[in-house]
């Protein structure tokens, strides 16, 4: 293996998750910083939790409630009367100009 080309390899990098959990691996970084773990993965807990970061979540709920707001009060469209329509043929379109 070539020395100037291969990261610097950490055998006690600490890896630290959201919930307060730390382990150690193998890494090229020393600190590692995550979201979900092994212990407050819901795959893993069986408890359903959401993980908003960037604020996903609010952001969809406002356009949602904007989108029903929209809805309750958009006019309803007015419905054509049912009238069975006749195929016409070429002589009774040329009479009715």
Known sequence: MKKSIHPQ?????????????RFTVGSTKQNILIEVCHQCHPYYTGKQHFIDTKGKINEFEKK????????KNLKPKKTAKNKEFKTKSLKELLLEI
């Open 9 to 21: 390899y950490f055998n006690e990098a600490v890896v630290s998750c959201t919930c307060g959990n």
């Open 64 to 71: 949602r409630k904007l989108a029903e707001e929209y809805q």
